[in-house]
């Protein structure tokens, strides 16, 4: 079986590829794309040809149900993403399984059976309950990190962290404090280890906690910005696909 990875994370996307290899032998990664532009170009192509779609949700250059929209995509789909809030509209698009990273062995198992099925039938009411918050709810979520700053490893409750954000290939942990660590997790591995009642993923490039803003302030076409404390060294916007959550987030 030919497969197309649809992930614009570098490492999330080697990982993919890595488990893919090592649990199906008889798969075979036929293409890798990062955005929306890129995917429907390879799909075009009379040369190359796909079983299966892994394919992220939120990539570089929007959301991946625009690919759908331009273009009759006639492999399987297994959808992944760090937001359960997708998972109906995974399933109109016509996506056989959806998989919330990081993704879990058994999970992607269990969609890679599906895509196997004549028809890959998709038991939408047990997906939905079992990505539900009913099991997050039972969740227990991390209450430190421990983290190196030059010769010393620190200790560090998560209740002392203001945000995580990416930048040029690095992640960073900014506490209360005022201090910053540099952090080896990925922010889709960060944003499902923290309570979130506690924080939020406002962007692919950072997650906040809500003790962290001070303010915010609307943008045109509908972004929010964020003023949070302590300083961020950026500018700190909600996207545009984020924002009503985001919005419901604080009214809790």
């Known amino acids: 079986?030919?497969?197309?990875?649809?992930?614009?994370?570098?490492?999330?996307?080697?990982?993919?590829?890595?488990?893919?290899?090592?649990?199906?032998?008889?798969?075979?990664?036929?293409?890798?794309?990062n955005s929306v532009k890129s995917t429907?170009?390879?799909?075009?192509?009379?040369?190359?040809?796909?079983?299966?779609?892994?394919?992220?949700?939120?990539?570089?250059?929007?959301?991946?149900?625009?690919?759908?929209r331009q273009h009759d995509v006639r492999a399987k789909v297994i959808m992944t993403t760090a937001y359960d809030s997708y998972?109906?509209?995974a399933f109109e698009a016509g996506s056989i399984d959806y998989l919330l990273k990081p993704i879990d062995i058994s999970a992607l198992k269990r969609a890679v059976a599906r895509c196997r099925m004549s028809?890959?039938?998709?038991?939408?009411?047990?997906?939905?309950?079992?990505?539900?918050?009913?099991?997050?709810?039972?969740?227990e979520y991390k209450e430190r990190y421990i983290v190196r700053f030059n010769d010393r490893i620190v200790p560090l409750e998560t209740s002392e962290i203001a945000y995580v954000y990416s930048e040029e290939k690095n992640n960073?942990?900014?506490?209360?404090g005022e201090q910053r660590y540099v952090i080896d997790s990925s922010l889709d591995v960060i944003g499902e280890e923290l309570?979130?009642?506690?924080?939020?993923?406002?962007?692919?490039?950072?997650?906040?906690s809500m003790k962290a803003i001070t303010s915010i302030i609307k943008q045109?076409?509908?972004?929010?910005?964020?003023?949070?404390?302590?300083?961020?060294?950026?500018?700190?916007?909600v996207s545009r696909s984020r924002v009503d959550d985001f919005l419901t987030w604080l009214e809790r």
């Open 1 to 33: 079986m030919k497969v197309l990875i649809v992930e614009d994370e570098i490492m999330a996307q080697k990982s993919l590829i890595r488990t893919i290899t090592q649990n199906f032998p008889d798969m075979e990664i036929a293409g890798t794309t």
């Open 119 to 139: 028809g890959g039938n998709i038991d939408v009411e047990s997906l939905l309950k079992s990505i539900g918050s009913g099991e997050a709810s039972k969740k």
């Open 220 to 237: 045109a076409g509908s972004r929010l910005r964020i003023i949070p404390k302590p300083e961020a060294s950026f500018e700190m916007t």
């Open 195 to 208: 309570d979130p009642d506690k924080f939020f993923r406002i962007s692919r490039s950072c997650i906040i």
């Open 87 to 89: 998972a109906i509209k």
């Open 172 to 176: 960073y942990l900014v506490t209360f």
């Open 40 to 68: 429907i170009a390879w799909l075009k192509d009379p040369a190359n040809t796909a079983d299966i779609i892994f394919m992220d949700v939120e990539l570089s250059d929007g959301e991946c149900f625009e690919i759908f």
